[in-house]
C-alpha cells in the first residue's frame, strides 16, 4: 500500500457513490428502455412519446435531484439523473424538434422542485413523421 493509495477509488467506492448509476436507460430510434434498481425492465416506443418533463427538487447532493419524466399515452418513465445511459438519451432527446434546450438549462441549474418542459408533441404530422421514422441514434 503506497503513500497515495488512498487517492485511488474503489470499483465498489465508485458505485456506491453514485446509485443512480445503477439505474440503466438505453435508447434507439424505435424504443427507450429502462432498468430500475430491482431489476424491472419498461419500454416506450419512441413514436408514443407525448411529453418530456425533468423534474428537479431540493434533496441533492444526498437525494436524486433530478428526475427524467418521459410521458406516454399508457406509461410514463421516469429516469433518475445519473442513470447509466442519461447522456446518449439526452443527445437523441436534443434531436427531436423543438427540444427546448433553455428549458434543459434551467432544469439543470435548479435546487427547488419545479417541472421543466423540455419537449411536447404537437399534432403536426411533419412532427409525428420526423418522429417515427428515428432521430439518428
Excluded: H
Aim: some cysteine; aromatic content about 10%.
Amino acid at each position: 500500500m503506497g503513500i497515495f493509495s488512498f487517492f485511488k477509488k474503489k470499483k465498489n467506492d465508485i458505485e456506491n457513490f453514485s446509485p443512480e448509476s445503477k439505474w440503466l436507460v438505453e435508447i434507439n430510434e424505435i424504443e427507450i428502455r429502462t432498468v430500475d434498481y430491482d431489476g424491472l425492465e419498461t419500454k416506450l416506443q419512441i413514436s408514443d412519446i407525448s411529453q418530456i418533463i425533468i423534474e428537479t427538487n431540493d434533496t441533492g447532493p444526498w437525494g436524486t435531484g433530478v428526475w427524467w419524466r418521459i410521458l406516454g399515452e399508457q406509461i410514463i418513465l421516469s429516469i433518475p439523473g445519473g442513470a447509466t445511459g442519461e447522456s446518449k438519451m439526452l443527445e437523441s432527446f436534443q434531436k427531436f424538434p423543438e427540444f427546448n434546450n433553455e428549458e434543459l438549462i434551467k432544469a439543470m441549474s435548479s435546487t427547488d422542485n419545479p417541472e421543466f418542459l423540455c419537449w411536447k408533441m404537437n399534432n403536426d404530422c411533419l412532427t409525428k413523421a420526423i418522429i417515427n421514422k428515428g432521430f439518428g441514434t
